[in-house]
Nanobody, 114 residues
Framework: VQLVESGGGMVQAGGSLRLSCVVSGSIFSINSMGWYRQAPGKQRELVAT???????NYADSVKGRFTISRDNAKNTAYLQMNDLKPEDTAIYYC?????????WGQGTQVTVSS
């Protein structure tokens, strides 16, 4: 299983970005995809996850601003990020997991200027 992320960049506070993550390889029908982030000097933290059972989890810090979605036909997960804040600045990592594997993408930088 491999993940390819795209969509990071630099934006001013209040702006929006959309991240995409395409998964390829041997994918189980029951799985979870999500986004995590790691800011300098901090531990990696959950941003949002969505399973094929449509269970969704968001970090409290992004609720109401970020939306995770999936297009299972395209094996793609998205993270729509609105009303971005400087504290959202981090490397964002896509994650795929099923009963056999737990795979991470290479990460994409998101920088929010004040």
């Amino acid at each position: 299983v491999q993940l390819v992320e795209s969509g990071g960049g630099m934006v001013q506070a209040g702006g929006s970005l959309r991240l995409s993550c395409v998964v390829s390889g041997s994918i189980f029908s029951i799985n979870s995809m999500g986004w995590y982030r790691q800011a300098p000097g901090k531990q990696r933290e959950l941003v949002a996850t969505k399973s094929t059972a449509r269970t969704i989890n968001y970090a409290d810090s992004v609720k109401g601003r970020f939306t995770i979605s999936r297009d299972n036909a395209k094996n793609t997960a998205y993270l729509q990020m609105n009303d971005l804040k400087p504290e959202d600045t981090a490397i964002y990592y896509c994650n795929y997991r099923d009963r056999l594997v737990d795979v991470w993408g290479q990460g994409t930088q998101v920088t929010v200027s004040s």
